[in-house]
């Protein structure tokens, strides 16, 4: 009888203690999106749940009117409440989260050519969004860039301004640059390209640090950087930009966007770029920067099925006439020997497409483009005509097989080439690959990504390219990812190495050129932190990049020529970077770079069996970026301060009596821009470029005699253009 009445004791103390309980029912959103396996946890206590992928949660409670309940989630600020505040209590409670700018939500593409959460990537992908591109004051993608870790633009001609793009010291030409996943902007593309690309098109910039040959083929062997643009469904109706530099610069961006039915929109962009003004800040005769009148048109089509997917077609055409050369130079000297002048007219016609398909009774996704570039260049009395066309085609095939995701494809390029140069070989190029890539979701927090490459070359043969790619979650917030690959390039001298035709050097090619080929591996540690009600995220990033055959210009045997071999040896890339970036509740975000590397090559002697250690010129062993943007949200007023602070670099030797630095100094470039939200259609920006007004010295050797044979273009290490002030105006319409 007494254990009868003891148990009966418990099982009514239970009872008691249940009846106590209260049940908690509701979402966790963000706009109208459920936020998937968001934490909802009680304060003090290790009682919680997790939402599910809906953002739907149930928890238990046992004393609600002393609870405190903290909600986070990667990529939002943390949220607290007491349960008795929420409308719907006990049951569906909406809990509306905020989004912080760290971009760990964000859909990319770039690094295994489909649809994934950034922060479930297995490749690390840094993103540019158009809210970011649009702090700083600038209407081109380089100077975008420049606020990016481990990013560099390099310009190779103090004439004619002709730039390229690093990532991690290696030359503008190991970058392989896409627009919408297209590899439309290499070879010629690059050398004045890249300025042709408005901000006011883009959607966002995905860049991608080390190889990924396995699914872009040739020349993605230092990363890759794509360049997505806006999507018409997504873009407001009506949107103007335009911007006024104290230099004379004078930029407008025009869109509108047109909705034909629920399932086909359309946008037509319009940007032109005008500048005449002439100045020499640096006295050597030349105008510092390059003049330039340029117009590009763009229309882009969406197509919105409603089983067969989206397809899209984009048409742009880029035109521009540019000049860089002495002061007094006027059209009438192009071509001649007395006034030096180098003046380029580039015309460009793009087509890029993606449409998906019904194959064998299977979804196939088709990627195409073509691209036909034409310039028609006088650098000095040197006349430089060249044509190129390339054709790309891209057939994916996507298939979820249980808990492998299998990435397929078979992909065609033809490139075609030629100029009026006596060194050249035209070109006419067939590249037809495979690739498989399998993600293999070992358990919920390891993902393993493998892939292999096969190109026939019809130059070179077969291209055998391979990469493997780990994800590994150690923590709630921590991931590390570790990165392998090969990369396989070829050369192109007259369009890479634009020195050949600046300048009084002459090209001499010892021996027929190999392919270049390289080892690559990065490892990255990604960590999401919560400090009290702002987060912010942390990474840590070694890289290595080692080349078997690496074709390098040798400027300094002899400073009239240019000479290139195979490399008897060796090259490296090798270095470590950080990046924390924190976005507080209230409205600032600040974010902090700064890359350590170490780039050089080593040649072999046969004869003496030594070894000889060259820096890579112009790569410097550390540099910085950073961002502090605030916003005044009474008066409507951002406030972005950007900078990149460069160490020294190793530049090019030159003999006496032309002896100059071969070590340049530290500097910064550093740009703020305030920006006023006028009513909801009209915005006004003030913006000040190169505040602290540093710039480099001439960049040109000998510019007192310009066709003499010591004259040279290619000592540009740092800016050019001192302190301009900016002012501009935005209106836009939204749909």
């Not at 049940?23 to 206590?45: C, H």
Request: with cysteine; proline share 5%.
């Amino acid at each position: 009888m007494c254990f009868i009445f003891l148990a009966n004791c418990i099982l009514f103390a239970y009872a008691l203690s249940a009846s106590a309980q209260t049940i908690l029912r509701g979402t966790v959103f963000e706009e109208e999106n459920g936020v998937p396996f968001a934490n909802i946890g009680i304060e003090n206590s290790s009682k919680g749940t997790s939402a599910d992928e809906n953002g739907n949660f149930t928890l238990e409670i046992d004393n609600p009117e002393a609870a405190v309940l903290e909600v986070t989630s990667v990529g939002y600020f943390k949220y607290r409440f007491k349960p008795d505040t929420i409308n719907g209590y006990p049951s569906n409670i909406r809990i509306n989260m905020k989004a912080s700018d760290l971009l760990l939500n964000q859909i990319v593409i770039t690094g295994n050519m489909k649809q994934t959460y950034l922060k479930e990537s297995p490749v690390k992908v840094e993103v540019l969004t158009s809210a970011f591109l649009s702090k700083t004051p600038t209407n081109n993608i380089v100077e975008a860039l420049h606020t990016v870790n481990g990013v560099q633009e390099q310009v190779n001609c103090g004439v004619c301004g002709t730039n390229a793009i690093r990532i991690n010291g290696m030359e503008g030409p190991y970058t392989l640059l896409l627009i919408d996943g297209m590899p439309i902007m290499s070879s010629l593309a690059s050398v004045y390209g890249l300025n042709g690309i408005p901000t006011s098109l883009v959607e966002q910039i995905e860049i991608v640090k080390g190889p990924s040959s396995t699914l872009y083929g040739t020349e993605a062997v230092g990363g890759v950087i794509n360049i997505i643009t806006k999507h018409p469904d997504e873009s407001p109706k009506l949107a103007l930009n335009s911007f006024f530099t104290s230099h004379g610069e004078w930029n407008l961006n025009a869109a509108v966007t047109m909705k034909s039915s629920n399932k086909i929109f359309s946008t037509f962009g319009l940007n032109t770029y005008y500048n005449q003004y002439r100045f020499d800040y640096n006295n050597d005769g030349f105008t510092d920067i390059p003049l330039s009148k340029r117009i590009s048109l763009y229309n882009k089509w969406e197509f919105n099925g409603k089983d067969s997917g989206k397809s899209s077609i984009t048409i742009r055409y880029y035109g521009e006439d540019r000049f860089g050369g002495q002061m007094q130079w006027q059209p009438a000297d192009k071509g001649g020997d007395r006034v030096y002048g180098e003046a380029i007219k580039t015309n460009r016609f793009e087509l890029i497409g993606s449409s998906p398909v019904r194959l064998f009774d299977q979804d196939i996704r088709v990627d195409y483009s073509y691209t036909l570039h034409k310039q028609d260049s006088y650098y000095g009395k040197t006349h430089y005509k060249a044509d190129q066309s390339v054709l790309f085609a891209n057939f994916v095939w996507d298939k979820q097989l249980n808990n492998h995701n299998l990435l397929t494809g078979v992909t065609v390029r033809n490139n075609q080439y030629e100029d009026n140069t006596p060194a050249s070989s035209d070109e006419k190029i067939w590249v037809p690959g495979v690739f498989v890539q399998d993600e293999w979701k070992l358990n919920h927090s390891t993902l393993l990504l493998s892939g292999v490459r096969f190109d026939y070359h019809s130059y070179h043969g077969m291209i055998f390219s391979p990469r493997v790619n780990i994800k590994q979650k150690v923590g709630e917030y921590t991931s590390l990812r570790l990165n392998m690959g090969t990369g396989f390039r070829t050369v192109n001298l007259f369009t890479e190495d634009h020195a050949a035709l600046t300048g009084a050097r002459t090209v001499v090619i010892r021996e027929k050129l190999k392919p270049e080929r390289s080892y690559n591996a990065n490892l990255n540690l990604n960590h999401v932190f919560i400090w009290g009600e702002s987060t912010g995220t942390i990474d840590l990033d070694a890289f290595y990049t080692y080349f078997t055959n690496k074709i390098i210009p040798d400027y300094e045997t002899d400073n009239q020529y240019i000479y290139y071999t195979n490399l008897l040896g060796y090259a490296v890339s090798k270095g470590v970077s950080f990046g924390i970036q924190q976005s507080f509740l209230f409205p600032l975000t600040i974010s902090l770079g700064g890359t350590l590397q170490d780039v050089y090559q080593v040649k072999e002697n046969i004869t003496s069996n030594d070894e000889k250690r060259t820096p890579q010129l112009f790569s410097p062993k550390l540099s910085a970026t950073f961002t502090v943007s605030y916003i005044i949200k009474p008066w409507e007023l951002s406030i972005d301060y950007t900078g990149q602070i460069m160490g020294p670099q190793h530049l090019p030797t030159y003999a006496s009596p032309y002896e100059r630095d071969e070590i340049s100094p530290w500097y910064t470039i550093q740009n703020v821009q305030l920006n006023k939200k006028i009513g909801t259609r009209l915005e006004a920006y003030v913006a000040v470029k190169n505040l602290w007004d540093w710039t480099q010295d001439s960049p040109l050797i000998a510019p007192e005699d310009p066709f003499g044979p010591n004259f040279d273009t290619a000592y540009a290490w740092g800016p050019l253009q001192p302190r301009r002030y900016l002012l501009g105006l935005k209106f836009t319409v939204n749909q």
